[in-house]
């Protein structure tokens, strides 16, 4: 078999269409809320799944059966066949014109055992199963959603989506996605009824901003920065995050995996950058806030329901002190995303220009998926071998993903990215295995 990371093979694509709604859908603008309209959410975000053969379809299209679920699926959530447009001060509004959401169908000269036995990005040949037309490149007046499906020769197939985060995050693109599935597979309405209402995380009036919100530091860009940037996966087996729990204290270790994994990641990043003692580092999570407004938002609420609460510390006392000082401050973000955050959060855009997340070698941004649902999303072939986002970092913004993954020897694990300069990168692969290491031999000799 060959290695993925040489693995190549032929793309046909057929011409690209419009798939609009199956009936009528109303037309006119729908306002983003103020959560949606951040410039750092003014890209698309890339998501991949491949579905092995399954016996009892065959004989049986994906391309026809997911084309159609598609335009089903766009009558119940029209928005996502407008076109974004842009008013005064940058707000963003949904032009429900109905033109349809881009579809390509194409068929690839491979076998889907040919990719590996644990997939995870980066993707062999991404830009041929991903559609993400030149043409396209923005979001203003720009399609919202490109979809390719790839036949493979083993009568699997790959489902790529490129959708502008403006319009959803992955929780909300994920009930999307549930809708397609359960029209394919013969429903004649999605089980859970999709709920604009961007009004609830609009900013007030007069906004209030109550919070600093270091995530909107605007932050000078260093010549260089980015120069032979790669990036890695680590794989954190159940036995790692097991002794690296085991070395906190007591009243920590009913932390969650993601504070663990993430803290670790952080500390021996900013260790392998060698900065100096007193520069700022700074821990940018993704946080779903759907149950943390009052009241909750609405079940079937598809927007952005996410902030970035950041939390900030020296290179020096991130690195010196004991590791439950990461996680102590992983986990002081997560519990700052309340609802008066949230009301700072949307207020700070309006007074602000909508800004960017900030975004430099020193910022460390992880976005949790492992609880978005992607490995559920049935079509009709049953669940993805893989299903999740398509590439290893969202580079311009510099978000880094928390992934669930089983590796080859079948031990299930989580993997984070990290994104480095080439020679921070080999002093973060050995400081995240002395880290490991001493915690093992901590719980070893504690026995």
């Known amino acids: ?44 975000f890339p998501l991949i799944f491949f579905y092995r053969e399954n016996i009892s379809m065959k004989g049986k299209d994906p391309i026809k059966i997911i084309r159609d679920a598609v335009a089903k699926a766009l009558v119940f959530y029209y928005p996502f066949a407008g076109r974004l447009r842009e008013c005064d001060s940058r707000k963003l ?29 980066p993707f062999p040949n991404l830009e041929k199963l991903l559609l993400d037309t030149p043409d396209y490149d923005g979001t203003i007046n720009c399609p919202i959603l490109f979809i390719q499906v790839t036949r493979l020769k083993c009568g699997g197939f790959i489902l790529s989506y490129s959708c502008n985060h403006t319009i959803c995050d992955a929780a909300g693109f994920v009930q999307f996605m549930s809708a397609v599935g359960e029209l394919a597979r013969g429903a004649t309405a999605p089980s859970i009824q999709p709920v604009w209402e961007r009004h609830l995380l609009t900013a007030r009036n007069p906004p209030r901003v109550s919070f600093t919100h270091r995530e909107y530091d605007v932050v000078p860009k260093t010549n260089g920065e980015t120069d032979k940037m790669v990036v890695r996966y680590f794989f954190f087996d159940a036995a790692d995050i097991s ?5 906190l204290p007591r009243y ?109 070698m020193n910022y460390y941004i992880v976005s949790d998926t492992s609880t978005a649902g992607f490995e559920e999303v049935e079509v009709g072939w049953g669940k993805p071998v893989y299903g999740g986002v398509a590439k290893g970092t969202i580079d311009w913004i510099g978000v880094n993903w928390y992934i669930p993954f089983k590796n080859k020897k079948g031990e299930q694990g989580k993997i984070v990215t990290v994104c480095l300069p080439l020679n921070a990168m080999e002093e973060f692969a050995k400081q995240f295995r002395m880290m490991i290491t001493a915690a093992r031999t901590l719980n070893l000799s504690a026995l």
């Open 1 to 44: 078999m060959a290695s993925t990371k040489t693995l190549t093979f032929k793309v046909t694509r057929k011409n690209r269409e419009l798939i609009s709604p199956a009936e009528p859908t109303p037309y006119g603008f729908k306002y983003l809320s103020d959560i949606d309209d951040q410039d750092c959410l003014r890209f698309r």
């Open 93 to 121: 509004v949904v032009d429900c014109t109905g033109e349809g959401v881009v579809f390509v169908e194409a068929d690839a000269d491979v076998m889907l055992q040919q990719f590996g036995d644990a997939l995870h990005p």
């Open 252 to 360: 920590l270790q009913t932390c969650s995996k993601f504070d663990i994994v993430a803290a670790c990641a952080w500390r021996c990043r900013t260790i392998a950058l060698s900065l100096k003692p007193d520069e700022e580092v700074v821990f940018v999570n993704t946080v779903n806030i759907r149950n943390k407004m009052k009241p909750p938002l609405p079940v079937g609420y598809y927007g952005n329901g996410i902030v970035f609460p950041a939390v900030v510390t020296t290179a020096k006392k991130l690195s010196e002190n004991p590791f439950q000082y990461a996680v102590e401050l992983v986990m002081k973000g997560k519990y700052e995303a309340t609802d008066d955050y949230v009301r700072s959060v949307a207020d700070l855009m309006v007074m602000r220009d909508r800004p960017s997340v900030g975004a430099g």
């Open 243 to 247: 002794a690296l729990r085991r070395s």
